[in-house]
C-alpha cells in the first residue's frame, strides 16, 4: 500500500501539469459539482423530514 | 375545523397526523368521547380558551371555526399552515412496533426514538404517547350533520409526573428505546386505533413545540417488518429481509443495510461509487473529491481517507492514492 512518496510526488506533479493546462476549466466545473453532491448528500443525510402535528381542540355540540 | 382537518388528512396522510380532544362543555353526555382529565392537562399546556382551537407542531394556535359551517375557507387557511410546516426538518426518528395480546385486551409496543445528528437536548424534552381511535362515525350538532371525526383521542399515556419518558439522547446514532403497554377496551373498533408518539418539550411558561412526531395502527404495526423471522429491534436490517444476519464488519449492522459495511467504502473509494455489481470504483474523480475534502472537511463516517494510515488524513495520503489510480494497483 504504502509507495514512494517521491515517485509519487513527481507522478502528479506532472499529471497535475497536464490536466491543469488542458481540462483546467472542466476540472473546476466537475469539482464544483462534485463538492455540491457531496455537501447536499451529507446534508440531507443527516436529518428526517418533520411530521405536522396538529391538537385539535373540538366538541360535538 | 374539523371537516378542513379531514381534507387535509386525506390528502397529507403520511405527512399530517393529528389528534383532536373533546371539550368536556361541549360533548353530549351519551359520548364517550369525553376525557376531562385529559383534556384539561393538553389544553392547559396550549392556554386553549374557547373551541375550536388548534395548536400546530405544539407553536402554532388557530382559534375559531367556519361560520355557518362553510369549512373551506377554513380548509384553504390551514392548507397553508400545513405547507409552511412541512418543510421542516427533524433530527429525530420515530419508530414504532407492537403486538396485540391474543386477548386483544392489551397492546404491547416498543418506541425507538433516534437521532440522526448531534443535537443539544433541549430541556424538558420527552417523548409522549397518546392512544387515538379513528374514522368514527358521529353526529355534529354545530353543523347539523354526522361526519367522520379523525382520531378521537382514547388516552394520555405518558400524562403526569410519574408517567414521564424524559429523553436523554443527544449524539448522533443514539437512541433511546421505551417499552409499554396499554388496555384496549372492548368499546373500541380495533382497526382504527392508533398509537401516537411525538418527541415534545413541555413547558409550564410557554410554548411547547413538537420536535418529531408518528402514528400508526396498531394492527399495522408488525413485529417483524421486513418478515425474515427476526423481530425488529433485534434484527440488524429490520427493513431489509436477511435471516443470516451478516455483518461483514460487526458493527451491529447488517451488510444488506450498512453503508460503511467495507464493501463500498473501501480504502480510495472516497466518494463510495459502485458499478452495477456493487464493486467499488476508483478513479480520478476519487482524487477530486478527496481534493475537495482537503479543502473543506465534510464527509460521512463510512469514508476511508487514510491511506497511508498513519492516523492523519493529508495532503500525503491524496498523493499516494493518484499513485495508486495512476499505476492501476487498486
Not at chain 2, 382537518?5 to 359520548?31: A, K, Q, V
Not at chain 2, 380495533?190 to 413538537?210: G, H, M, R, W, Y
Not at chain 2, 408518528?214 to 408488525?222: R, S, Y
Not at chain 2, 425488529?232 to 451488510?255: F, K, R, S
Amino acid at each position: 500500500m504504502k509507495k514512494s512518496i517521491l515517485n509519487s510526488s513527481i507522478k502528479i506533479v506532472v499529471l497535475s501539469t497536464i490536466v491543469t493546462s488542458a481540462y483546467n476549466q472542466s476540472i473546476e466545473d466537475h469539482q464544483s459539482k462534485n463538492n455540491m453532491n457531496f455537501r447536499s448528500i451529507v446534508e440531507n443525510a443527516s436529518r428526517s423530514q418533520q411530521v405536522v402535528w396538529v391538537e385539535d381542540f373540538t366538541g360535538l355540540n | 375545523m374539523s371537516f378542513a382537518l379531514d381534507t387535509l388528512l386525506r390528502e397529507f396522510p403520511n405527512t399530517l397526523m393529528t389528534i383532536e380532544w373533546h371539550s368536556p362543555g361541549y360533548t353530549p353526555g351519551n359520548s364517550d368521547f369525553d376525557l376531562p382529565e385529559v383534556y384539561s392537562n393538553r389544553a392547559d399546556l396550549y392556554d386553549v380558551g374557547g373551541i375550536p382551537h388548534s395548536e400546530w407542531n405544539g407553536l402554532q394556535s388557530f382559534v375559531g371555526g367556519a361560520s355557518n359551517c362553510v369549512w373551506e375557507y377554513v380548509y384553504i387557511d390551514r392548507h397553508g399552515t400545513y405547507e409552511d410546516l412541512v418543510v421542516q426538518e427533524s433530527p429525530y426518528e420515530i419508530i414504532m412496533q407492537g403486538e396485540l395480546s391474543d386477548d386483544s385486551e392489551t397492546f404491547n409496543f416498543d418506541i425507538v426514538v433516534s437521532l440522526e445528528e448531534d443535537y443539544g437536548l433541549e430541556s424538558g424534552t420527552n417523548i409522549e404517547l397518546f392512544v387515538a381511535e379513528d374514522s368514527i362515525y358521529s353526529y355534529w350538532a354545530a353543523c347539523g350533520e354526522s361526519h367522520m371525526a379523525r382520531n378521537v383521542g382514547r388516552a394520555y399515556l405518558t400524562m403526569g409526573e410519574d408517567n414521564r419518558i424524559p429523553l436523554t439522547i443527544n449524539s448522533a446514532g443514539q437512541s433511546q428505546i421505551h417499552s409499554g403497554s396499554f388496555a384496549v377496551s372492548g368499546s373500541w373498533n380495533t382497526e382504527q386505533v392508533k398509537l401516537i408518539a411525538l418527541v415534545q418539550q413541555l413547558n409550564d411558561c410557554c410554548e411547547s413545540p413538537v420536535f418529531q412526531a408518528n402514528a400508526e395502527l396498531i394492527l399495522d404495526m408488525p413485529i417483524d417488518r421486513d418478515g425474515d423471522g427476526i423481530n425488529n429491534l433485534e434484527d440488524n436490517c429490520p427493513d431489509d429481509e436477511n435471516t443470516a444476519q451478516e455483518d461483514i464488519d460487526d458493527d451491529q449492522i447488517g451488510d444488506v443495510c450498512d453503508p460503511c459495511n467495507g464493501l463500498v467504502y473501501v480504502l480510495g473509494n472516497v466518494n463510495g461509487d459502485a458499478n452495477d455489481g456493487y464493486d467499488p470504483i476508483i478513479d480520478v474523480i476519487d482524487l477530486l473529491a478527496f481534493s475537495d475534502y482537503l479543502d473543506e472537511p465534510i464527509g460521512n463516517e463510512c469514508q476511508m481517507l487514510d491511506i497511508l494510515e498513519d492516523g492523519m488524513i493529508n495532503q500525503w495520503d491524496l498523493l499516494v492514492l493518484a499513485d495508486i489510480i495512476m499505476s492501476g494497483d487498486q
